[in-house]
């Protein structure tokens, strides 16, 4: 009877010995998966969230950069082909000149110049309000000694003997006017776009140094906090491409984060700068100094490889940085 006791009790007992055994083999297996899972560099950390922020202002600088450019190269286009399509004939008053008569005669010999398209001469009141800037509405320009302007707008098919033909012809013709091509302001333009590349490019220069730099003191004070994981896992035979590896795809992931929100931002900004007068309603858009600040789909594809070249760099300085930091350990 009591074997008979024994048993069922024996037999109790070992159904509930079984799974006391399969919770310590779980609970002995669960903390070698959450290890091996483990990443050697923390994704979630004060000095990740703030490289991701200094990735972001840097990239936004540099696409603001790149769209400024873009958009000023777009103006500067814009004005040579304008400057480049039409040349202006200046008569000057003088002494018993009939000036009206000087303006047909210019007119007349410029559209028989081949290569001209069109010459037309700008009456008085036209004259007028190109002067009002300077001397104001109202002018009287029969009292005053104001040259007077021809515009002759150039064909497609203009080479270049046009020019020289004209104004040699000019010359003959009417002694009193002046053939401007537009050379000093087209020269000027193209000094001007120049300085802003070089600008754009000095800036460029200066946010690459600056990232390279900030990514740098990260990587080694990320490689710091896991020195001791580092160095166990080099003594143990782990290889240096391992480890680099998990440095690179952690920094990767950064410098991508960090150029996204930067240059999403900076192309927010030329977006909202470009449609937001229309999509309100404004009269004109919102012109600067050189134009409308607007870019075009190369403006905007130079603000994503900006964004590229951002995540890039800070992947490759991560991965020199932490090459460096282990010759040092051994």
């Given at each position: 009877?009591?074997?008979?006791?024994?048993?069922?009790?024996?037999?109790?007992?070992?159904?509930?010995?079984?799974?006391?055994?399969?919770?310590?083999?779980?609970?002995?297996?669960?903390?070698?998966?959450?290890?091996?899972?483990?990443?050697?560099?923390?994704?979630?950390?004060?000095?990740?969230?703030?490289?991701?922020?200094?990735?972001?202002?840097?990239?936004?600088?540099?696409?603001?950069?790149?769209?400024?450019?873009?958009?000023?190269?777009?103006?500067?286009?814009?004005?040579?082909?304008?400057?480049?399509?039409?040349?202006?004939?200046?008569?000057?008053?003088?002494?018993?000149?009939?000036i009206e008569a000087a303006l047909a005669k210019a007119v007349e010999r410029?559209?028989?110049?081949?290569?001209?398209?069109?010459?037309?001469?700008?009456?008085?009141?036209?004259?007028?309000?190109?002067?009002?800037?300077?001397?104001?509405?109202?002018?009287?320009?029969?009292?005053?000694?104001?040259?007077?302007?021809?515009?002759?707008?150039?064909?497609?098919?203009?080479?270049?003997?046009?020019?020289?033909?004209?104004?040699?012809?000019?010359?003959?013709?009417?002694?009193?006017?002046?053939?401007?091509?537009?050379?000093?302001?087209?020269?000027?333009?193209?000094?001007?776009?120049?300085?802003?590349?070089?600008?754009?490019?000095?800036?460029?220069?200066?946010?690459?140094?600056?990232?390279?730099?900030?990514?740098?003191?990260?990587?080694?004070?990320?490689?710091?906090?896991?020195?001791?994981?580092?160095?166990?896992?080099?003594?143990?035979?782990?290889?240096?491409?391992?480890?680099?590896?998990?440095?690179?795809?952690?920094?990767?992931?950064?410098?991508?984060?960090?150029?996204?929100?930067?240059?999403?931002?900076?192309?927010?900004?030329?977006?909202?700068?470009?449609?937001?007068?229309?999509?309100?309603?404004?009269?004109?858009?919102?012109?600067?100094?050189?134009?409308?600040?607007?870019?075009?789909?190369?403006?905007?594809?130079?603000?994503?490889?900006?964004?590229?070249?951002?995540?890039?760099?800070?992947?490759?300085?991560?991965?020199?940085?932490?090459?460096?930091?282990?010759?040092?350990?051994?």
């Open positions: 009877m009591a074997g008979r006791l024994r048993a069922p009790a024996a037999a109790s007992a070992e159904p509930a010995a079984k799974p006391a055994s399969q919770a310590a083999r779980a609970g002995h297996a669960a903390p070698t998966k959450s290890a091996a899972q483990r990443p050697i560099v923390p994704s979630a950390t004060v000095t990740g969230r703030a490289l991701i922020a200094v990735i972001a202002i840097m990239t936004f600088l540099a696409g603001i950069t790149i769209g400024a450019v873009s958009a000023v190269s777009n103006v500067a286009a814009e004005w040579t082909a304008d400057i480049a399509r039409e040349v202006t004939i200046e008569i000057k008053p003088g002494d018993g000149l009939d410029a559209k028989a110049t081949p290569g001209v398209a069109d010459a037309q001469a700008l009456d008085p009141a036209a004259t007028s309000k190109l002067l009002e800037p300077w001397l104001g509405t109202g002018l009287d320009l029969a009292n005053l000694p104001v040259p007077r302007l021809v515009t002759v707008t150039l064909a497609g098919t203009a080479d270049a003997q046009t020019l020289p033909a004209l104004r040699a012809d000019l010359a003959q013709q009417v002694p009193s006017a002046t053939l401007d091509d537009h050379r000093v302001w087209a020269e000027r333009l193209a000094t001007t776009t120049g300085t802003a590349m070089a600008i754009g490019l000095a800036v460029l220069a200066l946010v690459a140094t600056a990232t390279v730099l900030c990514v740098t003191v990260a990587t080694r004070a990320a490689v710091d906090a896991a020195r001791f994981v580092v160095e166990v896992l080099h003594f143990v035979g782990a290889r240096d491409t391992f480890i680099v590896s998990e440095f690179q795809r952690h920094f990767l992931t950064v410098g991508l984060k960090g150029a996204a929100i930067g240059g999403g931002a900076a192309i927010a900004l030329f977006f909202l700068g470009s449609t937001l007068p229309s999509w309100l309603s404004f009269d004109q858009q919102i012109d600067t100094l050189v134009g409308a600040m607007t870019i075009d789909a190369r403006g905007y594809g130079g603000i994503v490889g900006v964004a590229v070249l951002v995540a890039l760099v800070t992947t490759l300085t991560s991965r020199l940085t932490v090459y460096r930091t282990l010759r040092g350990i051994s």
